[in-house]
Nanobody, 118 residues
Framework: QVQLVESGGGLVQPGGSLRLSCAGS????????LSWYRQAPGKERELVAD????????NYADSVKGRFTISRDNAKNTMYLQMNSLKPEETAVYYC???????????WGQGTQVTVSS
């Protein structure tokens, strides 16, 4: 059974930092393009960052460029999102997604809440 489990969310003050993790089981991480999405209340889910199955070239939403860093450790079947200089408007549930680069099959985690507030 494939599972993606996010962790690391919580309450942080504006300007603070958090590191999210996404741990996978039941799948070979190295065959998956990985992404972080977020969904704020009343808004659509949006792509935050992604990293291809082989690592290398990463992609970020304009709003997070220079502040967020996506990375992966295929040996640990884990992906990370380092978030710095967080803003209140980035309060959302953050989800990880894995998409098999060959078959296109996607899996989602259950999400982790990030709240940026003083």
């Amino acid at each position: 059974q494939v599972q993606l489990v996010e962790s690391g969310g919580g309450l942080v003050q504006p300007g603070g930092s958090l590191r999210l993790s996404c741990a996978g089981s039941g799948l070979l991480f190295s065959r998956y393009d990985l992404s972080w999405y977020r969904q704020a209340p009343g808004k659509e889910r949006e792509l935050v960052a992604d990293i291809p199955f082989g690592g290398g070239s990463t992609n970020y939403a304009d709003s997070v460029k220079g502040r967020f860093t996506i990375s992966r450790d295929n040996a640990k079947n884990t992906m990370y999102l380092q978030m710095n200089s967080l803003k209140p408007e980035e309060t959302a549930v953050y989800y990880c997604r894995g998409r098999n680069w060959y078959t296109g099959t996607s899996y989602w985690g259950q999400g982790t809440q990030v709240t940026v507030s003083s």
